[in-house]
């Protein structure tokens, strides 16, 4: 699982939303979150910010930590 996987999947539940209730809320579809959460590579990035936008966050490009 990666980390944007693991935040979504954290902050979901600490807000007290199933799956379905996110992927209704965030205007997602469930598969896609759930494909998400299971830290599918292939995901769309601007769904994944979509669904970030929920917990007042975004992914950015960035340079990969190699240390």
């Given at each position: 699982?990666?980390?944007?996987?693991?935040f979504?999947?954290q902050?979901?539940?600490?807000?007290?939303?199933?799956?379905?209730?996110f992927?209704?809320?965030?205007?997602?579809?469930?598969?896609?979150?759930r494909?998400l959460?299971?830290?599918?590579?292939?995901?769309?990035?601007?769904?994944?910010?979509?669904?970030?936008?929920?917990?007042?966050?975004?992914?950015?490009?960035?340079?990969?930590?190699?240390?």
């Amino acid at each position: 699982m990666n980390s944007i996987s693991e935040f979504v999947k954290q902050k979901r539940k600490e807000a007290g939303y199933t799956q379905e209730e996110f992927a209704l809320r965030s205007g997602l579809g469930l598969r896609f979150v759930r494909e998400l959460e299971q830290g599918k590579e292939t995901v769309r990035m601007d769904k994944v910010n979509q669904a970030l936008a929920m917990f007042g966050m975004k992914a950015v490009p960035g340079r990969i930590d190699e240390s």
